[in-house]
């Protein structure tokens, strides 16, 4: 069966670093999410990702995060300057429709900022 | 604003038992969906059960059922004869029909014990 896969699982940054997370959704999705689960938190929308342009963002992507689907085939995701607090598990998902159809949620990249 | 809450943050039943596990969410929105995921440890977030706002029927997915009251505003989600492999963190998420972002509870631990 079919399934979003993420690289790095794990990384570890120096604050003030940039990051790019890496995501290959299913391949006859359209829709791409990321999402973040601090430790102990509950697990928060990042932002939607349609036709090659956002759809949706939360307040916590601000301006140092940003994303892209540079090859048809990878969804990434960037943090610019990375802070202590953006020490997290970070979730891609796709679904084919919008998001009243079920998400397929990749394994997590755990990313310590230190 | 849309909230999901999940009272019971650790759970145990003895295999082979039933559970339920709680979730109640507040919104405005007339038609919504509801969902429940399964993390087991260390991998990734895989559907468990979704509900349509719109159905009366309660879905149901082998082992798992839910208990949609739409007036209350709760969806817990029943396991019967529970097994070791339901073991996991559960999450119960909503969606509104024009929205384009999943609203996680904070996560009920299940164990199950042999």
């Known amino acids: 069966e079919p399934e979003v896969t993420q690289t790095p699982s794990h990384q570890v940054t120096q604050m003030g670093q940039e990051v790019i997370l890496r995501c290959v959704p299913i391949?006859?999705?359209?829709?791409f999410y990321w999402y973040r689960q601090i430790l102990g938190q509950k697990v928060e929308f990042l932002v939607s990702f349609y036709n090659n342009e956002i759809s949706e963002k939360s307040e916590i992507f601000d301006d140092q995060f940003s994303v892209e689907r540079p090859d048809g085939s990878n969804f990434t995701l960037k943090i610019r300057s990375t802070k202590l607090e953006d020490s997290a598990m970070y979730f891609c998902?796709?679904?084919?429709?919008?998001?009243?159809?079920?998400?397929?949620f990749g394994p997590g990249t755990r990313l310590l900022v230190l | 604003a849309q909230t999901v809450t999940q009272s019971q943050p650790e759970m145990s039943v003895q295999e082979a038992e039933t559970v339920t596990l709680s979730c109640t969410y507040d919104?405005?929105?007339?038609?919504?969906?509801l969902f429940w995921y399964k993390q087991p440890p260390s991998r990734q977030m895989i559907l468990v059960i979704r509900q349509e706002a719109y159905k009366q029927q309660n879905a149901t997915e082998n082992r798992f059922s839910v208990n949609f009251q739409k007036a209350a505003k709760s969806f817990s989600l029943k396991i019967s004869d529970s097994q070791l492999g339901d073991t996991a963190m559960y999450f119960c998420a909503f969606t509104s029909n024009t929205g384009n972002q999943f609203y996680f509870g904070t996560g009920t631990s299940l164990t199950v014990i042999p």
């Open positions: 998902a796709s679904s084919v429709r919008g998001v009243k159809e079920t998400q397929y």
């Open positions: 391949s006859n999705h359209l829709y």
């Open positions: 919104t405005s929105e007339s038609n919504y969906y």
